[in-house]
Every structure is written in structure tokens, then in C-alpha cells.
């Protein structure tokens, strides 16, 4: 089994950046993708950005040139770098770990608050 814990959340007005980490332990050799998922109040969970084994990087179009998801495979940490950040990107953001096989895993969650 798979655990996240995800930190970095806050509140920070438009413009401003925000870094979030997703502290992966457990079965980490069985994670297929680590990912970052957001959900707005009344919306549906979204994808934000993901990180397969081998690398292979995906952003929604909405976080493009503003968002980074890294990783430190030494510290089983991905991260979220967020810069530019608007009003729009407030939302709970959830670390996802996709293993090879089985259900997805989730995190906690992390509110993230743009004031405009």
C-alpha cells in the first residue's frame, strides 16, 4: 500500500506562488504515475498535472507556463510549483498515485486560496 501526504497550502493573493509537496512512503516501487488533481466547490475533481516512472510530464492547458510538477525520487516527494497564481486556481488540490495494479490512491487534500 501506498500513503500521501500532501503540505504547501495556503492562502496568497493573485500573482503570488505557492510550492506543494506529496510525501509518498509505502509500496513506492508499485506507482506507475504521481499526479496532482484540483476541485473547486461545486465542481468536479480535475487533473492539474501528472509525472509517469519514466518521466513523461502532462499539464491541464489551464496551468501551462505557470505550474511545474517536479520530483525527488530520493525523498519519494513530487511537488507543484505554482507561479502567477489567479482567483481560478483556488481549490482543494489532491496528490494522486496511479500504482501498475489497483485502485488509484488519494491524499488528504490541500486548500489553496487566491484572493484577488
Known amino acids: 500500500q501506498v500513503q500521501l501526504v500532501e503540505s504547501g497550502g495556503g492562502l496568497v493573493q493573485a500573482g503570488g506562488s505557492l510550492r506543494l509537496s506529496c510525501a509518498a512512503s509505502?509500496?513506492?516501487?508499485?506507482?506507475?504515475?504521481m499526479a496532482w488533481y484540483r476541485q473547486a466547490p461545486g465542481k468536479q475533481r480535475d487533473l492539474v498535472a501528472s509525472?509517469?516512472?519514466?518521466?513523461?510530464?502532462n499539464y491541464a492547458d489551464s496551468v501551462k507556463g505557470r505550474f511545474t510538477i517536479s520530483r525527488d525520487t530520493a525523498k519519494n516527494t513530487v511537488y507543484l510549483e505554482m507561479k502567477s497564481l489567479k482567483p481560478d486556481d483556488t481549490a482543494v488540490y489532491y496528490c494522486?498515485?496511479?500504482?501498475?495494479?489497483?485502485?488509484?490512491?488519494w491524499g488528504q487534500g490541500t486548500q489553496v486560496t487566491v484572493s484577488s
Open positions: 509505502g509500496s513506492i516501487f508499485s506507482i506507475n504515475r
Open positions: 494522486n498515485a496511479d500504482p501498475f495494479y489497483g485502485a488509484s490512491i
Open positions: 509525472i509517469t516512472k519514466s518521466g513523461r510530464i
